[in-house]
């Protein structure tokens, strides 16, 4: 399961941030996940307690921000949030398009104690 990695590496790097902080634990994280990041929500919110048992976040409740997709078109220059799965320009239809945003998996915030 590919979101169980991830949730571990997510478990990691909070941890590190406990560290630093010197906190005790981890009450409340906030994760962004892009739109095209290529992570399912529903597994990823199933493998989080599992990653997180006997860590500092293990009883904390995460909530899961979608990030939405954003290009801009190389053809008109206008920033567009895409249909997925397709990243075409919403104004010209151009699929010359950059990302912008939309593939981030992030830590948003965490509440600490």
């Given at each position: ?17 406990l560290e630093t902080e010197n906190a005790e ?83 948003k915030s965490m509440e600490i104690e």
């Open positions: 399961m590919h979101e169980l990695s991830l949730a571990c590496s997510l478990i990691e790097e909070a941890e590190k941030v634990r981890a009450i409340r994280l906030t994760v962004g996940i892009g739109q095209f990041a290529g992570i399912e929500t529903d597994a990823f919110e199933f493998a989080f307690p599992m990653a997180a048992e006997g860590t500092k976040l293990e009883k904390a409740a995460m909530t899961i921000e979608e990030i939405p997709a954003t290009v801009r078109c190389r053809a008109c220059g206008k920033e567009s949030n895409p249909a997925f799965p397709r990243c075409a320009c919403a104004h010209c239809d151009s699929d010359d398009t950059e990302m912008l945003h939309g593939r981030e998996f992030i830590i």
